[in-house]
């Protein structure tokens, strides 16, 4: 072993990262060593502080270390519109690609009865009750089209008809631009079954 | 913006890393808060440890935190042969891939007189006066093929030849199954010019 223990132990804990091997691992570990010790101080720093203190936000359950999220802080957004994604990065990635005004909703997972995440571990009943006290006037659905995320989705669909809420849900099908051969058959398959009329 | 200031601060901080663009930083960021606070703070405290410890080997220069490295610090291998590598990285290399037994000296670079990098800046003078000593038998090069690790297998070559120690260079040319097409052209060239007699 020509690794000193400290050299190692860098090495093995860069592996939590996801998409980092072994190989990448040892690269990293040079270069930083080598050329960067204020980029690996700031990086330890920043992975202390947001490891101890992010939480989440308590209206709409996105990664934050305040009690409210910068989207819910903002008075600038619409509180009567909830699009509800399945994890914290689905937030951001419509954050960037489109002009969405509304507030999220996180749900952290999707509804699979079978591995005991019913509607109280999505935090359903507190979604629930924002829904009868009037607060939201129109859902976004913007859950995945698996077995999982339809289930979600139905059930979302239940609570929003019996509070009187509109509801819709962002179109699923090949991408823009997708030659049909690359797309994977779930989605290929999902856009044909959901073919509409075409004028 | 809709990512807090201690997760912005985290996903910048990683960006660092050599590899890490954008959008791996934003997956990094999440797996770690969504599912791994422990390997954040492991990475955390392995990062700030070997930031602030790891400096280099007195014999060898590689990277390590105490006084002499692993390999040096170990009476198992022969201190009478010194590989000659340009980085750390190499020394696990050649670890890894072969069973050399004996000790490195890590160059820290090439000779590169116009970039202010002479024989002192590398550390060459304590090498030589080892050879004089006559503590070292034989030099292995496995510096660089290009112009400036020709130009120190140069430097090395003459003080070898002045304190009367072997000296041997590792082999450069086409890799083991590489299609010709594949190869970049200066390798190719190498090998072109450093073909030997086929019997
Ligand atoms: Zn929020
Ligand atoms: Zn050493």
């Known amino acids: 072993m020509a690794y000193s ?14 998409g980092v091997g072994p190989k990448s691992a040892q ?14 101080g700031r990086l330890a720093r920043a992975l202390q502080t947001a490891a101890e203190s992010v939480g989440e936000c308590r209206l709409c359950r996105n990664l934050t270390e305040a009690d409210l999220c910068p989207l819910c802080a903002s008075g600038r957004r619409d509180p009567g519109v909830l699009c509800v994604v399945e994890n ?3 937030v951001q990635a419509l954050e960037d690609a489109t002009d ?3 507030l999220y909703f996180v749900l952290k997972g999707r509804l699979s009865p079978l591995d005991g995440i019913g509607p109280g571990e999505l935090g359903l009943e507190g979604l629930e009750a924002r829904l009868v006290a009037g607060e939201i006037r129109e859902i976004i659905l913007a859950v995945s089209p698996t ?10 669909a239940g609570m929003a008809a019996e509070a009187g809420v509109e509801i819709a849900r962002i179109a699923h099908g090949v991408p823009l631009g ?3 051969d690359y797309v994977d058959a779930g989605t290929l398959s999902h856009a044909f079954a ?6």
Do not use: I
């Open 5 to 18: 223990p400290a050299v190692q132990e860098l090495m093995e804990s860069l592996r939590c990262l996801p």
């Open 27 to 40: 690269r990293m570990t040079f270069a930083l060593l080598q050329h960067d010790r204020s980029g690996a």
């Open 88 to 90: 914290p990065s689905d």
């Open 100 to 102: 969405y005004g509304g």
């Open 147 to 156: 077995v999982e995320g339809e289930a979600t989705a139905q059930y979302l």
């Open 178 to 180: 997708g030659d049909l």
């Open 194 to 199: 959901g073919r509409s009329q075409y004028r």
